[in-house]
């Protein structure tokens, strides 16, 4: 087995009697692009402080490339941190400002101009590079802090929240910018953000967080798909949750019975069980008898290219419904028969690992 490029082996952090992480476990392959998510409080950014070495750990080992770095100083680590609010010096100019990592490690100045030069490129800003941070705009200025973060060639990046102070066009331009440039240099990437586009974007795979411990950790379409939590559901996408009861390998709910393609996650017989159904993924039936459930449209929201139905229906607690814009359009007050393939109703479980 080839041995992880990060391996996190039970780490915690307390503060008193105040626990920020639980005892947590997980591994990073080389070249991988992994995504902390979660909601603020999750324990994903003491998670990501404790791997730069700027938080000391309370237990647990941290092993970069095999060796134990739990201990070792942050300036030691050969790690590059990029943080969202950029920590750049704002006396010294684009240039000065990626060379500082080389000029700490007492690189020659022809090996500094070469490195700096070649990473500005890389980061469309080697005509920028004598101005200073307050001459770029804030895209910029999170260009420049990446590109410091990887001159020095680190054995890992980080990148906590690094376009939470970015307005959402800036931001939909950098994450696309990061997908290429991860994608072009390979680099092993732990990214934190609570933003689940950010993350379903540019993740190789998603670490969702919640309550100071791993809920789930999965490729971003294996999370949407197949949550295993009702946290995980609808923390990540738009969900109908089901309460029903196993009935014979399928869940009762109200006067129908849901089939599942999942029915090893399914409690035993007579016992409750949460499933899920994706709003997308519900579809009109021909009529009752082709129906696992039924109701009444209660309200329409049309956004040109889908439409958000709102459903009443006995034995939820209503449902959402997305469908594509265009043809007849459903209206509010009318009855509806739906159903959902069986690969689509996922059973949860209540809480993660």
Do not use: W
Not at 43 to 54: D, E, Q, R
């Amino acid at each position: 087995m080839t041995r992880p490029k990060l391996d996190i082996r039970g780490v915690t952090k307390r503060y008193g009697e105040a626990t920020a992480l639980l005892p947590t476990s997980l591994q990073v392959a080389a070249g991988e692009f992994l995504t902390l998510l979660g909601p603020s409080g999750s324990g994903k950014t003491t998670l990501l402080m404790m791997i730069a070495g700027l938080t000391e750990a309370s237990g647990g080992e941290i092993l970069l490339d095999g060796q134990d770095i739990t201990r070792t100083p942050a300036y030691r680590r050969e790690i590059g941190v990029v943080f969202q609010n950029y920590a750049l010096f704002p006396h010294l100019s684009v240039f000065e400002n990626v060379a500082f990592p080389l000029r700490m490690r007492k690189r020659p100045d022809s090996e500094i101009a070469a490195a700096v030069g070649r990473t500005l490129e890389l980061v469309r800003l080697g005509h920028l590079a004598a101005r200073l941070p307050r001459e770029l705009s804030g895209g910029q200025q999170q260009r420049v802090a990446f590109a410091r973060a990887i001159v020095f060639d680190p054995q890992l990046v980080l990148m906590d929240e690094p376009l939470g102070a970015l307005d959402k066009k800036l931001r939909d331009e950098l994450k696309l910018e990061i997908r290429k440039l991860h994608a072009e240099l390979r680099k092993t990437i732990v990214y934190v953000t609570h933003d689940q586009d950010e993350a379903m974007l540019l993740s190789d795979r998603v670490c969702l967080m919640n309550e100071a411990r791993v809920e789930q950790i999965d490729a971003p379409v294996a999370l949407y798909e197949r949550p295993r939590t009702r946290f995980a559901a609808s923390f990540v996408g738009e969900s109908n949750l089901l309460d029903g009861i196993v009935q014979g390998g399928q869940v009762r709910v109200g006067e129908r019975s849901l089939a599942t393609a999942h029915r090893d996650r399914l409690p035993a017989d007579g016992q409750p069980v949460t499933v899920l159904i994706r709003p997308e993924r519900l579809r009109f039936a021909p009529g009752p008898d082709a129906a696992l459930l039924q109701g009444r449209v209660v309200d329409v929201l049309d956004l040109g290219a889908v439409r958000r139905l709102s459903i009443v229906s006995s034995g939820t607690a209503g449902l959402a419904m997305t469908v594509l814009g265009g043809g007849k359009p459903v209206e509010a007050g009318g009855e509806v028969f739906l159903t959902a393939a069986p690969e689509d109703v996922v059973p949860l479980s209540e809480s993660g690992s």
